[in-house]
C-alpha cells in the first residue's frame, strides 16, 4: 500500500489507498512549542563529562549515600538561579520541578541532606569545574 501525503489549503492531509473510499486523517498540529527552562538551558553548558571525573578524582560520592555530586550541583545552581533565601527554597525548587530532574539523573533533595551535603563535602570538584567552564566561554 503506497501512502502518499496530499498538501490541500496549507493543512495536510494523509490518504491511504484502499479499494473503499478515501479516508482522510489531519494531523495535529501543536499550538505550543515546547521550550526549555532557564534552569535546563544552564544544565546543558556544564560538562558532565569533565565534572564526573573531577568527582572521580577527589572521590566525592564516596562516603555519601544520600545526595550525589550530580544532583548536589544541580541544586547549588537552581539556589543561584532564583536567588534562593534557605534551603527550603531550594528544595521546593526541586520538587516542583521532580520530573523533569529525572531525566537529567538529578534527584530531588531534601532540606536536610542537602545541608549535610555543604557541610561535609568537599568543594574540590566543583572548583575544578570552573576551568571547564571558563574553557567553554572562549
Do not use: K
Request: aromatic share 6%; with cysteine; proline share 6%.
Amino acid at each position: 500500500i503506497l501512502l502518499s501525503i496530499i498538501m490541500a489549503s496549507s493543512t495536510e492531509f494523509l490518504t491511504v489507498p484502499t479499494f473503499s473510499p478515501t479516508i482522510w486523517f489531519q494531523t495535529e498540529i501543536n499550538a505550543m512549542p515546547a521550550q526549555a527552562t532557564v534552569f535546563s538551558s544552564l544544565l546543558q553548558h556544564v560538562p558532565w563529562g569533565e565534572f564526573a571525573r573531577c568527582v572521580a578524582r577527589h572521590r566525592m560520592d564516596a562516603g555519601h549515600r544520600g545526595l550525589d555530586a550530580r544532583s548536589h550541583l544541580a541544586a547549588l545552581i537552581a539556589g543561584q538561579l532564583i536567588e534562593a533565601n534557605g534551603l527550603r527554597d531550594i528544595e521546593a525548587t526541586l520538587a516542583a520541578n521532580a520530573p523533569g530532574l529525572r531525566r537529567r539523573r538529578i534527584v530531588p533533595v531534601r532540606r536536610s541532606t542537602l545541608s549535610e551535603a555543604n557541610r561535609y563535602r568537599s568543594p574540590e570538584a566543583f572548583e575544578d569545574l570552573i576551568p571547564a567552564l571558563l574553557a567553554q566561554m572562549r
